[in-house]
């Protein structure tokens, strides 16, 4: 199979060559990737000479109108979802926040929410306050010591109370990839839709979303090498049901159900250039494919397949450490390149010796503070967070290694 190429990758990347960024390896990608050129360029373009109200009768407005439409369609064509099935908001919080609103006014007292221990607080937090209005939630744990999620333990909670289940395709602290369409499965038999938080997993690979099966599957731009955005998918079923949060005159039109905030225009344009970015990298690597969606899986697994071979020797690594406790598999096999340990010195202690060694990793709760709480460790103290994606080298993994040698 081929082989990531990441000088061309890196190509991409100014940040590889900025000069205040130079000597440091950068390990803390979940927290936000690096913005790929495409994305600024268009970024930039969009402020100098598109920064009017948009689907206007002038050129520039036009134009402005056309390159936020051309990052919807090309985006929801790799995600394998219709154009309308995608939105943008503020961020993936802003967006779960306002899918409770529609899921408050919509559900019944008696009815039930399924959420878990494993989540980041955006994929949790808005769906426990529904307690407030009579919607009981039931918990899916995580196994303590493996911070994993088992399937079987979700099956014990369905019935036909369940309207939806909440979970991450990948957790932001554990690692792990969950078998969303297993889950989906589960739950579809049982009547629930799912609503899945992509934001962990995304920068690893687009998902192909329609393939998931996945009523709702949200992720951030800014961590998927793209601007400060939150993309959610909502499949249409669910999104004609549930009730409008947008403008009144806007009900008709899916992707502005549920995005009541303004939209930052420039930065909707600019998410075209993660499309851009991707097809770059399917155009050096593979064949021409005309299917966006099948151009996304090559990418996809070609990323992937680079971070499990650069996932190895971290893990094997962290595995023999005594004094540090991996969180998540130890093995590459089914799991994101983000990786925490606990140990006996704060997450965040651990962070500052890494910088002291150039390397740019973090250390805290990341939100996750359910969690930890569950892993046994206090959110207080924190974990430190080592997270990579498919730009990330050899020898960044060799100096990671060697810095946590030193700071041990
Ligand atoms: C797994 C996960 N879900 C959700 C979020 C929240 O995303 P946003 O910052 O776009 O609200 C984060 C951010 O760290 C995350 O890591």
Redesign the pocket.
């Known amino acids: 199979m081929t082989e990531l190429d990441t000088d061309h990758v890196r190509g991409f990347f100014p940040a590889f060559a900025e000069a205040s960024l130079q000597g440091q390896a950068f390990f803390e990608n979940?927290?936000g990737s690096y913005t790929c050129a495409p994305v600024i360029d268009r970024l930039t373009r969009f402020y100098r000479s598109r920064k009017v109200q948009p689907y206007g009768p002038y050129d520039a407005s036009r134009l402005a109108g056309e390159e936020m439409d051309e990052a919807r369609s090309r985006l929801a064509a790799m995600l394998g979802v219709e154009a309308d099935e995608l939105s943008f908001g503020p961020?993936?919080?802003?967006n779960t926040y306002v899918l409770a609103q529609a899921f408050r006014g919509w559900l019944q007292p008696g009815d039930a929410i399924i959420v878990t221990d494993q989540?980041?607080e955006?994929?949790s937090g808005p769906w426990r306050r529904l307690a407030e209005a009579g919607i009981e939630l039931r918990e899916w744990r995580m196994d303590p010591a493996t911070g994993l999620l088992d399937p079987a333990a979700l099956a014990t909670l369905l019935d036909d109370h369940v309207r939806l289940v909440c979970f991450?395709h990948?957790?932001?602290v554990v690692g792990a990839v969950n078998p969303v369409s297993e889950i989906v499965e589960l739950a579809h038999d049982a009547g629930a839709f799912v609503c899945v938080?992509g934001?962990?997993y995304a920068p690893h690979g687009l998902p192909d979303v329609g393939a998931l099966g996945a009523d709702i599957y949200l992720f951030?731009a800014?961590?998927t090498y793209g601007p400060h955005q939150?993309l959610m998918v909502l499949r249409r079923g669910l999104g004609e049901a549930l009730p409008n949060q947008g403008h009144f005159f806007n009900a008709d039109t899916l992707y502005k159900r549920f995005t009541p905030a303004g939209p930052d225009h420039a930065q909707i344009a600019a998410c075209a250039g993660i499309a851009d970015y991707l097809d770059g990298l399917h155009a050096h690597h593979f064949a021409p494919e005309p299917d966006p969606r099948r151009r996304a899986a090559q990418v996809h697994d070609l990323m992937r397949a680079h971070e499990a071979r650069l996932m190895e020797p971290l893990l094997a690594y962290l595995r023999e450490r005594n004094d540090l406790r991996l969180i998540g598999p130890g093995s590459a096999q089914g799991r994101a390149p983000t990786v925490a340990v606990a140990s006996g010195q704060a997450g965040r202690a651990l962070a500052e010796a890494l910088a002291a060694q150039g390397i740019m990793a973090g250390g805290g709760d990341?939100?996750a503070v359910l969690a930890l709480r569950a892993l046994g460790i206090d959110p207080a103290h924190g974990v430190l967070r080592l997270s990579f994606v498919h730009y990330t080298t050899p020898d960044e993994i060799d100096r990671l290694i060697s810095a946590l040698d030193r700071v041990q």
């Open positions: 979940a927290g961020s993936t919080t802003a989540d980041h955006a994929n991450p990948c957790s932001n938080d934001v962990s951030s800014y961590k939150g990341f939100y």
